[in-house]
């Protein structure tokens, strides 16, 4: 699974990167940005080919929130991009197989 979760991480680095390019008017700030990188992900991205299938954007939000309250929580030594992917592929686990 760990290939997956670099990988998958990758692709939320991106996002990220994309998300501040297309806020950088504001610095990046987004009040509802689980939606635009759900969105982005689903729509844009590999994420559908490292999980092993198309999620739907309303349950990618969900995991995207989870994880930012759980990362926040939690302070793990863990950057940010391997813990939602961790806990992404744990929701998806035919990825990881």
Same mark, same amino acid.
């Given at each position: 699974? =760990?290939d997956q979760?670099d990988?998958? %991480?990758?692709? @939320? +680095?991106? %996002?990220?990167?994309?998300h *501040?390019? &297309?806020? +950088?008017?504001?610095? =990046?700030? /987004? $009040? /509802?940005?689980a939606?635009w990188?759900? /969105?982005?992900?689903v729509?844009?991205?590999? @994420? $559908?080919?490292? &999980? =092993?299938?198309? $999620? &739907?954007?309303? #349950?990618?939000?969900? @995991? @995207?929130?989870r994880?930012d309250? #759980?990362?926040?929580a939690? *302070?793990?030594d863990?950057?940010? /991009?391997?813990?939602?992917?961790a +806990?992404?592929? #744990? +929701?998806?686990? %035919?990825?990881?197989s």
């Amino acid at each position: 699974m =760990g290939d997956q979760v670099d990988r998958l %991480a990758a692709i @939320l +680095r991106e %996002a990220a990167e994309t998300h *501040h390019q &297309v806020y +950088r008017i504001v610095d =990046g700030e /987004d $009040p /509802d940005w689980a939606t635009w990188y759900a /969105d982005w992900l689903v729509s844009l991205s590999k @994420l $559908p080919e490292v &999980v =092993g299938v198309t $999620p &739907v954007r309303s #349950e990618l939000v969900y @995991l @995207l929130v989870r994880s930012d309250k #759980e990362h926040t929580a939690q *302070h793990p030594d863990e950057p940010w /991009d391997s813990f939602y992917a961790a +806990r992404i592929l #744990e +929701r998806f686990p %035919a990825a990881a197989s």
